[in-house]
């Protein structure tokens, strides 16, 4: 078919699919219409077919990222579909167009589900419609056909050896029939000496094997080229590939099934663990960044084993509620796609259970507004959880959200007081109870019933910071945690009258100490130690780690200092010495000199050039010195070797203690501070303490729902028509009121809250 010919046919009407029935298209793939220009592909050509789900009909499903190009709104690549009556014309994205003459060159033409082809993108009752049997679609494919995009040579190699591995059969061994006993086989690799049975000692000697004939080969740069294509971080995928009772992953002309992926990330973490337990040199930082970046990158890889394994093992899939957080919560890791923002819910219903209430109340329309999709979202997740307002983070990409409804499309921290997505680590708002909550309102409004606490009076100026350029891993920034720390000491000294009243057996000393311990991360570390360790033994731990930490940000403070007074620019003023040659003579004696011993004038004048030039000298050699010192240092750090596991003797030479410095316990509690990134300490007018988001602001309210875990801090609209009416601000801790005390406070009365 010419070019000309193209252009003249008609563009393909789709005919309604009835919404009555559980009817969707699939694609049959013809013979592609040759090109005018030799050399070059010519048109995908098709041929549309209705089926219903439950008919039995034998099909594949294909998987792919749209990628579509910054800019560009509307497919732009032509397609012909074959009607019975004639030639129709439809246009594609290039990445599916790629897609499909890869299937059509590998002879995989006949029915397939294409979502951009069998679904009226133009359409949004019927993409309604279509979206809610996805999840059926998908089940009853035969399998799923993973197009992650175009090869490149280390991806080609990074297939060729994860075939080489798996043909071995030892990976499939410990991940199949003995994958009950496969962490102490794991243990047994690590540490060889460890005693094993039989049958893990062959696993243990084969896995050795496999690490000693291909650790050295296994491709880093090929995995992280097949992880970063976009296919991994799209989060349609997740339901597209885990659905389906088999999948066939294919990038250029190379493809592995889903176990052989899946024995590849499992081959890589025993090897590069092995590799890291017996690295007893230092190594250049870009080697160790590679090599913990490839951890970073199965993430989405991670996501589905997790989700094939609750589908088609333990037959235990989750609620919407949590797949929800689990899959828009992305914490440090990059967020994950979608094209609209309405799938970040409509994406997920296909992997929640069937008999979940929250999917059953999840109306699917994409007529809707986004900011309508999310705050109906958020009051049916609010009445399974008053933690839900958690997740309200600044700054909201999706303008005009209420304040209380999370908004999904950005990125978003697990909260503060949690250690993970399920397991918060306060009680404050006391038994969970029915959520006492209701939505009202053309603008919707939250109401919902709580305890204030009491009005924030001050507000702190320090907060915690990570390290601007890490090594390997992400670390806190000592020179700021030294200085929270020291805001810290003065905030709890100024609220030591007050815990005192609430707690007369402790002396102002030990009161004032704990404040200090439990405001550096929010309680965190001093609920971990005192539980783990007892309360004067983890108190004790606890005051030595916060020790190391203040020293080490005080040296470097003090180094900052040095390094800055010697500027060229502040020696003078540093060393306070004033030359004589800044203070000359007067003019009558310079003239009296100069008149009466002209040379004596002479000598006078040379001997201030001579010392002016040799003090300049000096200061430039001084001032250039530690600049030279200073950049290198700065530069071994950023580029230099290092060595994971730095000896006791290096890091008692700064000053500090090796037994705390290098202990597991240092590492708890600078994750914990960094969890605290970008909080402020605030102090009530009742002489509480706590720490709260970094936007609130004096005025502010601390309040505690029933039923939540931890504080929350309200601002109060302004104006008469706005009273008793607040905008969420964000998550707080106040010391003391973390395990339900404030219901045993005498003064303290439950109230509405209206947020808007």
Excluded at 14 to 42: C, D, E, H, M, W
Excluded at 248 to 258: A, E, Q, T
Excluded at 443 to 467: N, T
């Amino acid at each position: 078919m010419s070019l000309l010919d193209f252009k003249t046919l008609e563009p393909y009407e789709y005919s309604p699919l009835s919404p009555a029935k559980r009817v969707f298209r699939l694609v049959q793939l013809l013979p592609p219409k040759p090109s005018i220009i030799p050399g070059t592909f010519g048109t995908i050509s098709i041929r549309l077919l209705e089926a219903d789900i439950d008919a039995g009909v034998r099909y594949d499903a294909l998987s792919y990222s749209w990628n579509v190009p910054a800019g560009q709104s509307e497919p732009n690549q032509q397609i012909i579909i074959e009607t019975d009556d004639d030639s129709r014309k439809l246009y594609i994205f290039p990445a599916l167009e790629n897609a499909l003459f890869h299937l059509v060159s590998q002879k995989i033409t006949d029915r397939i589900f294409i979502d951009q082809i069998s679904i009226n993108q133009k359409d949004n009752n019927e993409k309604s419609h279509q979206v809610s049997l996805m999840q059926d679609i998908y089940m009853n494919s035969a399998r799923t056909l993973v197009w992650l995009g175009p090869a490149t040579r280390a991806s080609d190699r990074y297939f060729d050896v994860v075939r080489d591995i798996c043909s071995e059969g030892v990976l499939c061994r410990v991940m199949g029939p003995r994958v009950s006993q496969f962490m102490h086989v794991f243990d047994a690799v690590m540490d060889p000496t460890l005693p094993v049975d039989e049958e893990q000692r062959e696993d243990r000697d084969d896995l050795l094997d496999l690490i000693a004939r291909y650790g050295d080969r296994f491709p880093l740069r090929g995995f992280a080229d097949v992880l970063d294509q976009n296919w991994f971080n799209r989060l349609w995928i997740i339901q597209e590939a885990c659905l389906a009772p088999s999948v066939m992953f294919m990038c250029g002309k190379k493809s592995l099934c889903f176990d052989c992926f899946r024995s590849s990330a499992l081959f890589y973490s025993i090897y590069n663990t092995h590799w890291v337990r017996n690295l007893d040199k230092a190594v250049p930082q870009r080697v160790l960044r590679e090599r913990e970046a490839l951890f970073g990158k199965m993430g989405g890889l991670n996501r589905i084993f997790q989700e094939r394994k609750a589908i088609h093992q333990t037959m235990k899939r989750r609620g919407l509620h949590y797949l929800i957080l689990k899959y828009n919560v992305n914490h440090h890791l990059k967020k994950i796609g979608a094209s609209m923002e309405q799938d970040r819910i409509f994406g997920l219903l296909g992997l929640a259970a069937d008999d979940d209430a929250v999917k059953r109340r999840v109306r699917v329309d994409y007529n809707d507004k986004v900011i309508q999709i999310y705050s109906e979202i958020a009051e049916i997740l609010l009445q399974e959880s008053i933690d839900i307002l958690l997740f309200n983070q600044h700054p909201k990409r999706t303008q005009g959200l209420p304040s209380w409804a999370p908004d999904w499309a950005m990125d978003l921290s697990i909260p503060v007081g949690y250690v993970a997505l399920e397991e918060p680590t306060s009680n404050a708002g006391g038994p969970v109870a029915e959520a006492p909550i209701r939505v009202e309102g053309e603008e919707p409004q939250l109401h919902i019933k709580g305890i204030l606490v009491d009005e924030i009076q001050e507000v702190g100026q320090r907060l915690h910071q990570a390290e601007s350029e890490t090594q390997v891993y992400e670390q806190i920034d000592y020179r700021s945690a030294k200085l929270f720390f020291d805001e810290v000491s003065l905030f709890a000294r100024g609220a030591v009258a007050t815990s005192q009243s609430r707690d007369l057996s402790l002396s102002a000393a030990a009161v004032e100490l704990g404040m200090q311990l439990r405001l550096c991360d929010s309680g965190l570390s001093y609920r971990h130690f005192t539980r783990s360790l007892g309360a004067v033994a983890g108190i004790e731990r606890l005051q030595a780690l916060h020790r190391a930490i203040h020293t080490l940000g005080a040296r470097l403070i003090r180094s900052d200092e040095t390094i800055e007074s010697y500027h060229i620019t502040r020696i003078y003023r540093t060393i306070g010495i004033v030359p004589w040659y800044w203070q000359p003579m007067s003019e009558m004696e310079s003239l009296r000199t100069c008149a009466l011993n002209p040379v004596l004038a002479g000598k006078i004048a040379g001997q201030g050039i001579r010392d002016f030039v040799l003090d300049m000298a000096g200061l430039c050699v001084a001032s250039a010195r530690v600049w030279y010192a200073s950049k290198v240092l700065t530069l071994r750090r950023r580029f230099g070797r290092i060595k994971l596991r730095p000896s006791p003797e290096s890091v008692e030479k700064v000053g500090l203690n090796a037994d705390v410095s290098l202990s597991p316990d240092m590492s708890v509690f600078t994750s914990n501070m960094l969890k605290n990134r970008g909080r402020k300490l605030y102090r009530t007018t009742a002489g509480y303490v706590g720490l709260g988001p970094e936007n609130m602001r004096a005025g502010d309210s601390v309040v505690i729902f029933r039923g939540g875990t931890t504080p929350h801090v309200l601002r109060k609209l302004d104006g008469r028509s706005q009273e008793n009416k607040f905008e969420y601000a964000g998550e707080a801790y106040c010391d003391g009121f973390m395990d339900g005390e404030i219901f045993r406070h005498e003064t303290k009365r439950e109230e509405a809250f209206v947020l808007v």
